[in-house]
C-alpha cells in the first residue's frame, strides 16, 4: 500500500493527549522567567506568583460550579484521583472502610483501590453492561453503613461511554439524607469529559471531581482534584502546606496558568467543537461498518464522548493494526495508550463481557481540534485495505 | 556485545521493534497454505492474542537428505508474531529437518535484530509451530520421534491444557456463539 499522505501525520490519539494550544502557550510564557516566584514567597515577585494561581483556581471553579476553595490543583489526573482515593479512605477509616468502584475505572483508580485492599479496605466492583454502562441500581444495592466512598468513572478513557452519574449521585444522597450518621462520598474521574461535554458539581452531585490539563490543549503537569467544603481528606503529601495543606508542593505556576486558560478556551468553544466532533465521528463509525465485515463498535452507540471511537475486528490483533497506520502517518491506540505497553487484552473490554479474542483487537481512535474531514476519509480508504491485508495472513 | 548494541541501536530508529521486523511486518515471505501438507504445526491460542500455523512439505537434496521443500505461515497476532513467523519461513526453507531442528528463539531473534523483551515469546511460538509440524510429520510417517522433539511436544500439549483450563468459559461462549451464528 503506497502512503500517499506522506508529508502529514493524523493524529487521532487525542484521548492520550493533546498538543498545547498556542493562546495557552502565550498565556503561559510570562511565567517561567518574567513571573516567576514562588506562590508562598512574602514579596512581590511571590505575590505576582499567587495572584496568577488564584486567578486561575477562580477561573476553574466558576466553570465547574464550585467555589474557589473547593479547587485543589495537582501534578496529574493520576494524583488527584490517587488522593481521592486514598485521602477519603484514611480520613474516615474509622466511620468504614467499604470503597466501590467500577470495573473500567483508568488504572490509577484501580491500582490505588488494590492497594487499599492490602491496607485492610474492603473494595466492590461493580458490573457494567455489554455498553460499560453502570446501573444505578446496582450502586444502590452494593451500598452498606460501612461505605465510605463511591468512584465512578465520568467517561471511559477507552470506549467513550458516559456514565449515569448524576443519577448515581442521587442514589448517594438519598442514602446520605436517609441516614444522618453517615456519609458516603462521591467521587467521578472526569479526565476525559472535562472541556469535552459540560460538567456542574452540583446538578452531578459529585463530591469529589478530577480533571486534568493536557487531555484539553493544556500543558502536561497540571491537574485539578475538586473537593466539596466540608469534605474529611487526608493529604497524601505531606510538606509546606501549600493548596490548603492539602496537596504541599511548590506550585507550578506556568502549568496551572495554562490549564486555566485552556479550560476556558474549551468551555467557550464546547457547543460548537463537541457538535463539529460528534458529527465526524458518527461518520467514521457508519463508514467503519459499511466498509469493514465483522467489526464491532465498543462502547455505547449514543452515551459516548463526542470525540472517540473503539472498535474490534474479528481475526486480527489490534497492534498490528496500529502499526499498519502508523507506517502511513496514522496515530491511534490500542485500547488505551496506557495498556499497550503490556500483553494483555483490555481489561475494560473483558468487563463488558466480550472474549479476550475481541479484546485484543480493538482500536481506539480519538478525535480533537485539528482534525478534519478529510483526514476521515483518508482513515476510510486506509483502514480496510489493513485489515483485509492482515486477515489474508490470519489462520481464522 | 556488539550484536546487542546493534539491535538496541535498531530499536531506537523505529521505536519497539527493529528496522528488520518491521521489513517482516511489512511484506512478510511464504504467507499462506499448502495444499496436502506433509506436517502442520498449530500453536498459541486465539484467546492469548496470537495463533501461529506451520505448514511443511518434505523433499529430498541431491545427497537424499529430507529437506525442508516449501513452507508457507498463517499467523494472527502482533508486529512481533507475524515477522518472527516470517523469518523462521525464511531461515528453514530448503534446510535439511536436521537443521531444521536446530532453530532455536535466540537464532530467530537474532536474525531479526532484536525483539522487545515482553515479544520474545513470539520467537518461541515460532519454535514451537515449527517443532509441531515436524513432529506431525514424523508421526504421520509413524517413524521415530527424536526425544528433544517428544518433550517440546509434551510440554506444547500442557500448555495448552492450562490455557483451556484458564479460560473454559470463554471457550464455551465462542462455541455457543458460533452454533448461534449458523443457527
Known sequence: MKNSNKNKIIYLDYAATTPVDPRVLRAMLPYFSEKFGNTMSLHSVGRQARLALEKSREKIASIIGAESKEVIFTGSATESNN????????????????????????????????WLEKQGFKITKLKVDKYGL???????????????????????????????IEEIGRVIEKFNLKNPNSKIYFHTDAAQTFGKIPINVQKLKVDLLTASSHKIYGPKGAAILYIKEGTKIEPILHGGEQEMGIRSSTINVPAIVGFARAAEICQKEMDRESKRLSKLRDILIDGILKSVPNSFLNGHPQKRLPNNINFSFDFVEGESIAIQ??????????????????????????????????????????????????????????LPEIIKNLRKISPF | MKKLQKNLNNQKETGIYSNEVMRHFQHPHNIGEIKNPDGVGKVGN???????????????????????????????????????????????????LKEAMGINKEKI????????????????LAVDALCEAIYDYLKKQKREIPQDLQKIHQRIEKEKKIIEEKYKDWIQVEEDSIKELKN
Open chain 1, 83 to 114: 488522593l481521592a482515593l486514598k485521602g477519603i479512605a484514611f480520613a474516615n477509616k474509622n466511620r468504614g472502610r467499604h470503597i466501590i468502584i467500577s470495573p473500567i475505572e483508568h488504572p490509577c483508580i484501580i491500582e490505588s483501590a488494590k
Open chain 1, 134 to 164: 453502570v446501573d444505578p441500581r446496582d450502586v444502590e444495592k452494593s451500598i452498606t453503613k460501612d461505605t465510605i466512598l463511591v468512584s465512578i468513572i465520568h467517561a471511559s478513557n477507552e470506549i467513550g461511554t458516559i456514565e449515569p
Open chain 1, 325 to 382: 497506520l502508523d507506517l502511513l502517518g496514522i496515530c491511534v491506540s490500542t485500547g488505551s495508550a496506557c495498556s499497550s505497553a503490556k500483553l494483555e487484552p483490555s481489561y475494560v473490554l473483558l468487563a463488558l463481557g466480550f472474549a479476550p479474542q475481541r479484546a485484543h483487537s480493538s482500536l481506539r481512535l480519538s478525535l480533537g481540534r485539528k482534525t478534519t474531514r478529510k483526514d476521515i476519509d483518508y482513515v476510510l480508504k486506509i
Open chain 2, 46 to 96: 486465539i484467546l492469548c492474542g496470537d495463533v501461529m500455523w506451520l505448514y511443511i512439505k518434505v523433499g529430498k537434496d541431491k545427497k537424499g537428505r529430507e529437506i525442508i521443500k516449501d513452507i508457507k505461515f498463517k499467523t494472527y497476532g502482533c508486529v512481533a508474531a507475524i515477522a518472527t513467523s516470517s523469518i523462521i519461513t525464511d531461515l528453514v526453507k530448503g534446510k535439511t
Open chain 2, 109 to 124: 531473534v537474532n536474525s531479526l535484530g532484536g525483539l522487545p523483551p515482553v515479544k520474545i515469546h513470539c520467537s518461541v
